[in-house]
């Protein structure tokens, strides 16, 4: 999950004093960068600003942002849905550097993979802690960001030593097949009972014609979890899951770290020049080709259930991304604004847990030791945005605190 570039700051003056060019020599600072924001986004859900645009119904900017930080509810884009694919990206991007350097270091092959195995069973351990928080019992579920790279890990890294015709011939294999398995899954029948598996018949973004098959819990994936999931002991039998995600997403999920492995080997082939041409045209392409799928009704491009074209359209925005950051940063020489993103970027899995841990703790801390009047300032609507903002700074100054003693959580 982490940079394998990294490299402990000399000493407290100088990350004061250089904060990112202490970083230029060790790490690659636009990929820690966009990791950062990656991460930020993510955090910054204590924002709230869905509830924000509610108290501010026909405010087109509220509405916007609201937008923006929520999962669209079946097919398109948001900002928010570009979280998930680009920190699985980034995984792609970092393994190359993570191999090369433990190599250096006269590590094995058997060793790295026995490695690889040992992060990939902590990821998915760590997934399913984390979903089972207030629950009476362990909720077996592997559709979560770090279940499913968990889930998908060691097939990167075997073929993180593999060349590029493997590694595209692999991303082809993968999301063809799987394509092909949910396209021959029979669709339900004109009598299937739709509220059995939490849709409503008249719901209006169901699919027609071939679109269907990718339709919300009755697919191949939901079909599979209804086996699956019913295998660990659980409160009740598995039918559906409430946002239609799936354990199955992994296998296109891994299509989509394949690219940020390509991306990674590019850059550190072309270095010390920045392969932004390469970068770009893939970007477009990705997003061309996801769409040209979409519209054709070919597959849809759905984030919840991870389609092929998902995986195109995304790798395509994570493409630009990375481009976007490389010459910005890279190519321009525009580092110092980049700190507060590379401070989180840097110490990503620390950043996941903070988020998924500390919400409910900084929230109640604030409302015991403040109250509620601080975040009252601008009027009732705009209180959940206060606290909001306040709680993320408490996240950031955490993960900066850490960032100066050289506490960095890794894998």
Same mark, same amino acid.
Request: net charge positive; proline share 6%.
């Given at each position: 999950?982490?940079?394998?570039?990294?490299?402990?700051?000399?000493?407290?003056?100088?990350?004061?004093?250089?904060?990112?060019?202490?970083?230029?020599?060790?790490?690659?600072?636009?990929?820690?960068?966009?990791?950062?924001?990656?991460?930020?986004?993510?955090?910054?859900?204590?924002?709230?600003?869905?509830?924000?645009?509610?108290?501010?119904?026909?405010?087109?900017?509220?509405?916007?942002?609201?937008?923006?930080?929520?999962?669209?509810?079946?097919?398109?884009?948001?900002?928010?849905?570009?979280?998930?694919?680009?920190?699985?990206?980034?995984?792609?991007?970092?393994?190359?550097?993570?191999?090369?350097?433990?190599?250096?270091?006269?590590?094995?092959?058997?060793?790295?993979?026995?490695?690889?195995? $040992?992060?990939?069973?902590?990821?998915?351990?760590?997934?399913?802690?984390?979903?089972?928080?207030?629950?009476?019992?362990?909720?077996?579920?592997?559709?979560?960001?770090?279940?499913?790279?968990?889930?998908?890990?060691?097939?990167? /890294?075997?073929?993180?030593?593999?060349?590029?015709?493997?590694?595209?011939?692999?991303?082809?294999?993968?999301?063809?097949?799987?394509?092909?398995?949910?396209?021959?899954?029979?669709?339900?029948?004109?009598?299937?009972?739709?509220?059995?598996?939490?849709?409503?018949?008249? $719901?209006?973004?169901?699919?027609?014609?071939?679109?269907?098959?990718?339709?919300?819990?009755?697919?191949?994936?939901?079909?599979?979890?209804?086996? /699956?999931?019913?295998?660990?002991?659980?409160?009740?039998?598995?039918?559906?899951?409430?946002?239609?995600?799936?354990?199955?997403?992994?296998?296109?999920?891994?299509?989509?770290?394949?690219?940020?492995?390509?991306?990674?080997?590019?850059?550190?082939?072309?270095?010390?020049?920045?392969?932004?041409?390469?970068?770009?045209?893939?970007?477009?392409?990705?997003?061309?080709?996801?769409?040209?799928?979409?519209?054709?009704?070919?597959?849809?491009?759905?984030?919840?259930?991870?389609?092929?074209?998902?995986?195109?359209?995304?790798?395509?925005?994570?493409?630009?991304?990375?481009?976007?950051?490389?010459?910005?940063?890279?190519?321009?020489?525009?580092?110092?604004?980049?700190?507060?993103?590379?401070?989180?970027?840097?110490?990503?899995?620390?950043?996941?847990?903070?988020?998924? %841990? /500390?919400?409910?703790?900084?929230?109640?801390?604030?409302?015991?030791?403040?109250?509620?009047?601080?975040?009252?300032?601008?009027?009732?609507?705009?209180?959940?945005?206060?606290?909001?903002?306040?709680?993320?700074?408490?996240?950031?100054?955490?993960?900066?605190?850490? /960032?100066?003693?050289?506490?960095? %959580?890794?894998?």
């Amino acid at each position: 999950m982490e940079q394998a570039l990294s490299a402990p700051v000399r000493d407290e003056r100088s990350r004061v004093e250089a904060p990112i060019d202490t970083f230029v020599a060790t790490r690659n600072v636009a990929v820690d960068s966009y990791r950062g924001l990656v991460m930020i986004l993510m955090m910054a859900e204590v924002l709230q600003l869905p509830r924000v645009a509610q108290a501010h119904s026909g405010n087109w900017f509220w509405a916007f942002l609201g937008y923006n930080q929520t999962h669209v509810e079946w097919a398109g884009c948001s900002l928010h849905d570009t979280i998930q694919p680009s920190f699985s990206f980034l995984v792609g991007v970092a393994l190359p550097y993570s191999i090369a350097s433990r190599m250096r270091k006269g590590e094995t092959f058997r060793k790295l993979f026995a490695h690889a195995l $040992w992060r990939s069973l902590i990821l998915i351990c760590l997934g399913i802690f984390l979903r089972s928080i207030n629950r009476p019992q362990t909720y077996f579920t592997f559709e979560d960001t770090l279940t499913q790279i968990g889930l998908g890990y060691p097939f990167l /890294f075997l073929l993180g030593f593999r060349s590029p015709k493997w590694q595209w011939g692999a991303f082809t294999v993968i999301l063809f097949v799987y394509w092909l398995a949910w396209a021959l899954y029979p669709l339900p029948g004109p009598g299937f009972d739709w509220k059995s598996v939490g849709v409503s018949a008249t $719901w209006p973004h169901n699919f027609t014609g071939f679109a269907a098959h990718w339709n919300k819990n009755s697919n191949l994936g939901n079909a599979f979890d209804q086996w /699956f999931l019913n295998l660990f002991p659980r409160e009740n039998p598995f039918v559906y899951n409430n946002g239609g995600y799936l354990t199955l997403s992994f296998i296109p999920t891994l299509g989509t770290m394949i690219l940020g492995l390509i991306a990674g080997r590019w850059f550190r082939n072309c270095a010390p020049v920045i392969p932004l041409k390469r970068f770009c045209i893939a970007g477009a392409m990705g997003i061309a080709a996801g769409l040209l799928l979409h519209f054709t009704g070919v597959c849809p491009v759905v984030k919840r259930i991870w389609t092929p074209s998902w995986t195109l359209f995304s790798g395509g925005i994570c493409f630009l991304f990375l481009a976007a950051f490389s010459w910005i940063i890279e190519v321009k020489k525009h580092r110092k604004w980049a700190f507060p993103l590379v401070v989180v970027g840097t110490n990503s899995i620390a950043a996941y847990l903070i988020a998924h %841990l /500390f919400e409910e703790f900084t929230f109640s801390s604030f409302h015991t030791h403040l109250g509620d009047r601080p975040f009252m300032v601008f009027g009732p609507g705009l209180y959940p945005l206060m606290l909001g903002a306040a709680t993320l700074l408490t996240y950031w100054l955490m993960l900066y605190w850490m /960032f100066r003693r050289k506490i960095f %959580l890794k894998i």
